[in-house]
T-cell receptor, first 108, second 117 residues
């Protein structure tokens, strides 16, 4: 099945800083999603982005499908952005596979 | 629209017992998937159901089973519980199509936290 790698594994930011999270995947995908898992375990959809670029407020994401990677950008980070960010990918007919996540801590 | 709901939210069982978890998808969603999350193994896929048929299955022992009803609600069952089954069990639903193509955004429920003593 598809392999999904995320980097960095851990990230500590000062409030107001910007960051870039990366997701590499090993095969062509028809589904790629970014999630934020809050401290209570809820996985919150950020983007559905198997290709192209999307923006939602301070967050944006870009997937370059031909090069098999996706980037999540967080600008002007806030303490509420803390948590774990997951990238999940799916090839046609296969299951959704999650990366190991990036744990983000934003300090005030 | 109401989101994905899971019951119960918390559960404590002892080794050897069995457990049934329930998931109600977003109205109109026909696909339901289950995942297990543990600190050591991360998020692992259990199974996916579409219109009452299992469409995909992860690498879990036969003690883990599931089903989907005609109203798209799903249950998963774990028999003969082991300590290692302690985990957060997450359910997701999507507007998956019969062909499996097209946008397939997964929406997750809050999870059931299972503790096996």
């Amino acid at each position: 099945g598809i392999q999904v790698e995320q980097s960095p594994p851990d990230l500590i930011l000062q409030e107001g800083a910007n960051s870039t999270l990366r997701c590499n995947f090993s095969d062509s995908v028809n589904n790629l999603q970014w999630f934020h898992q809050n401290p209570w375990g809820q996985l919150i959809n950020l983007f559905y982005i198997p290709s192209g670029t999307k923006q939602n407020g301070r967050l944006s994401a870009t997937t370059v499908a031909t090069e098999r990677y996706s980037l999540l950008y967080i600008s002007s980070s806030q303490t509420t952005d803390s948590g774990v960010y997951f990238c999940a990918c799916r090839s046609s007919g296969d299951k959704l596979t999650f990366g190991t996540g990036t744990r983000l801590a934003v300090r005030p | 629209k109401a989101g994905v709901t899971q019951t119960p939210r918390y559960l404590i069982k002892t080794r050897g017992q069995q457990v049934t978890l329930s998931c109600s998808p977003i109205s109109g969603h026909r696909s339901v998937s289950w995942y297990q999350q543990t600190p050591g193994q991360g998020l692992q896929f259990l199974f996916e159901y579409f219109s009452e048929t299992q469409r995909n299955k992860g690498n879990f022992p036969g003690r883990f089973s599931g089903r989907q009803f005609s109203n798209s609600r799903s249950e998963m069952n774990v028999s003969t519980l082991e300590l290692g089954d302690s985990a957060l069990y997450l359910c997701a639903s999507s507007l998956a199509s019969v062909s499996g193509r097209g946008e397939d955004t997964q929406y997750f429920g809050p999870g059931t936290r299972l503790t096996v003593l």
